[in-house]
């Protein structure tokens, strides 16, 4: 018996060690495609200044809110859950640092101001998921409409002007050395979204909460409370986003974050997290967050009106999520 079974034993050894070695090339789609997005731009509207540092730096400019927001979302999906009010969020606290600025209460106020009221819609989410036990799907959309309606009510829908340089400095037009502001908020933000994910307790507890929470109650983690950080999470980086905003516009409105709510989650499903939570990757959000920036931005170059640009950028996000989903295992 030993005998016959030899021959065939390499064999198997072989088969087994390539499928062991084989690079898992579906996770590194986002890169691919990011790659590709950006040589075909460069070969066709190269010489329209796309290739320019200035237009680089613009593409990291206007891509920083999405991608902040879409870090802390990542964090969200990994736990099994999901938040739609974040563009809101964003909105919403901008406005609240405007107007408490206005008061002539001074940047740390405002900012503390802002951060707070983030906090506060990222606690109303979790309550009503974690203790209500409302789908966040259902919880959040419900939310992004009363908070989107509480921008409008704020101010009746006129912007609020913020004429502080010091503000406008540090969270929007400001740089260090050739590095925008905006930028350096969004690399910071990516360096500690990455090392809590990756090399934290915290992190793992996310990941295990939305792998199978189940499991993960037996084992002794908290899913519950790591829902709420989750949420929290996510109020305070749409806080961040509306800063952001504000500090570019020099000027707060209730529709900064329109949108931005999709592309966020788009963001996260690019770079390679699963939307049914227990699978993440923060460094994978940043990457799909700058592939949805460079495609607008090429397409704003190459002069394409807005529903052209809408229907390229739906296509490509659709094709590249297409490509990194692994094809399902025949019954």
Same mark, same amino acid.
């Given at each position: 018996m030993q005998s016959k079974a030899n021959p065939v034993s390499p064999v198997v050894k072989a088969v087994v060690s390539?499928?062991?070695?084989?690079?898992?090339?579906?996770?590194?789609? &986002?890169?691919? !495609? %990011? @790659?590709? &997005?950006?040589? !075909? %731009? @460069?070969a066709t509207i190269g010489d329209k200044g796309f290739l320019t540092f200035a237009n680089l730096f613009n593409i990291t400019r206007t891509t920083s809110m999405i991608a902040i927001m879409a870090i802390a979302m990542t964090f969200v999906i990994a736990a099994g859950e999901l938040d739609l009010s974040i563009g809101s969020t964003a909105a919403l606290s901008s406005l609240v640092c405007a107007l408490i600025m206005a008061s002539g209460y001074g940047i740390v106020a405002s900012v503390l101001g802002a951060v707070l009221s983030g906090l506060a819609v990222g606690a109303l989410n979790s309550f009503f998921v974690t203790v209500i036990r409302i789908p966040s799907f259902l919880v959040t959309l419900g939310s992004m409409q009363l908070i989107r309606g509480l921008d409008m009510r704020i101010t009746y829908t006129k912007p609020v002007s913020i004429a502080n340089e010091t503000f406008t400095t540090l969270f929007g037009n400001g740089s260090l050395g050739p590095l925008p502001s905006l930028l350096i908020w969004s690399l910071l933000i990516l360096f500690v979204g990455h090392v809590m994910l990756r090399y934290t307790a915290f992190g793992r507890q996310v990941l295990a909460t939305g792998g199978n929470p189940i499991a993960a109650r037996y084992s002794g983690v908290p899913t519950d409370r790591i829902k709420v950080y989750c949420f929290l999470l996510s109020g305070a980086a749409g806080a961040l986003a509306g800063l952001l905003y504000s500090g570019m516009m020099q000027t707060a409105r209730y529709s900064f974050g329109t949108g931005s709510e999709l592309a966020a989650i788009a963001a996260v499903i690019l770079g390679g997290t699963s939307l049914f939570g227990g699978k993440a990757t923060v460094v994978g959000t940043f990457v799909g967050a700058l592939l949805i920036g460079t495609i607008n931005n090429g397409l704003i170059i190459m002069g394409l009106d807005i529903s052209e640009q809408n229907m390229i950028a739906g296509g490509l996000i659709i094709l590249a999520v297409a490509f990194g989903r692994k094809p399902a295992l025949a019954s």
């Amino acid at each position: 018996m030993q005998s016959k079974a030899n021959p065939v034993s390499p064999v198997v050894k072989a088969v087994v060690s390539s499928k062991q070695v084989a690079v898992p090339w579906r996770e590194f789609v &986002v890169y691919i !495609f %990011f @790659a590709a &997005v950006v040589l !075909f %731009f @460069a070969a066709t509207i190269g010489d329209k200044g796309f290739l320019t540092f200035a237009n680089l730096f613009n593409i990291t400019r206007t891509t920083s809110m999405i991608a902040i927001m879409a870090i802390a979302m990542t964090f969200v999906i990994a736990a099994g859950e999901l938040d739609l009010s974040i563009g809101s969020t964003a909105a919403l606290s901008s406005l609240v640092c405007a107007l408490i600025m206005a008061s002539g209460y001074g940047i740390v106020a405002s900012v503390l101001g802002a951060v707070l009221s983030g906090l506060a819609v990222g606690a109303l989410n979790s309550f009503f998921v974690t203790v209500i036990r409302i789908p966040s799907f259902l919880v959040t959309l419900g939310s992004m409409q009363l908070i989107r309606g509480l921008d409008m009510r704020i101010t009746y829908t006129k912007p609020v002007s913020i004429a502080n340089e010091t503000f406008t400095t540090l969270f929007g037009n400001g740089s260090l050395g050739p590095l925008p502001s905006l930028l350096i908020w969004s690399l910071l933000i990516l360096f500690v979204g990455h090392v809590m994910l990756r090399y934290t307790a915290f992190g793992r507890q996310v990941l295990a909460t939305g792998g199978n929470p189940i499991a993960a109650r037996y084992s002794g983690v908290p899913t519950d409370r790591i829902k709420v950080y989750c949420f929290l999470l996510s109020g305070a980086a749409g806080a961040l986003a509306g800063l952001l905003y504000s500090g570019m516009m020099q000027t707060a409105r209730y529709s900064f974050g329109t949108g931005s709510e999709l592309a966020a989650i788009a963001a996260v499903i690019l770079g390679g997290t699963s939307l049914f939570g227990g699978k993440a990757t923060v460094v994978g959000t940043f990457v799909g967050a700058l592939l949805i920036g460079t495609i607008n931005n090429g397409l704003i170059i190459m002069g394409l009106d807005i529903s052209e640009q809408n229907m390229i950028a739906g296509g490509l996000i659709i094709l590249a999520v297409a490509f990194g989903r692994k094809p399902a295992l025949a019954s």
